[in-house]
């Protein structure tokens, strides 16, 4: 398989919201290119940009990413609010985002506490 170039993954990924940086993306799809054994976990995932370097790295490598949040978000990445001020889950934009980049086949969601 061809590994497509970084920066076909960083025109994509960078459309999400996120604090993670276009250098820490880079590592995590380099580093999901080359796995070969067992699946990739990822715990914390807010809106999904580190998620979908890892995705578009997985695919490469032919794995599954789990993704594990509570997608209610936290002090580091923030948080989603409802229009009545509540906080609101991120959980509908990580699966937007993963659906947009078409990783919904090999990202899978865990809603956990």
């Given at each position: 398989m061809i590994i497509p170039p970084f920066s076909h993954v960083w025109r994509q990924a960078s459309r999400i919201d996120s604090a993670v940086t276009q250098a820490e993306c880079e590592v995590l799809y380099n580093l999901a290119c080359q796995v070969r054994y067992g699946c990739i976990v990822e715990i914390?995932?807010?809106?999904?940009?580190?998620?979908?370097?890892?995705?578009?790295?997985?695919?490469?490598?032919?794995?599954?990413?789990?993704?594990?949040?509570?997608?209610?978000?936290?002090?580091?990445?923030?948080?989603?609010y409802n229009p009545d001020g509540s906080i609101g889950s991120s959980l509908a934009a990580f699966e937007n985002n993963m659906r947009a980049f078409q990783l919904n086949g090999t990202v899978r969601a865990i809603v956990a506490d």
């Amino acid at each position: 398989m061809i590994i497509p170039p970084f920066s076909h993954v960083w025109r994509q990924a960078s459309r999400i919201d996120s604090a993670v940086t276009q250098a820490e993306c880079e590592v995590l799809y380099n580093l999901a290119c080359q796995v070969r054994y067992g699946c990739i976990v990822e715990i914390g995932s807010y809106t999904g940009r580190s998620t979908a370097a890892l995705g578009f790295g997985a695919r490469v490598s032919n794995r599954l990413v789990y993704a594990i949040d509570h997608h209610q978000g936290d002090e580091h990445s923030g948080h989603l609010y409802n229009p009545d001020g509540s906080i609101g889950s991120s959980l509908a934009a990580f699966e937007n985002n993963m659906r947009a980049f078409q990783l919904n086949g090999t990202v899978r969601a865990i809603v956990a506490d």
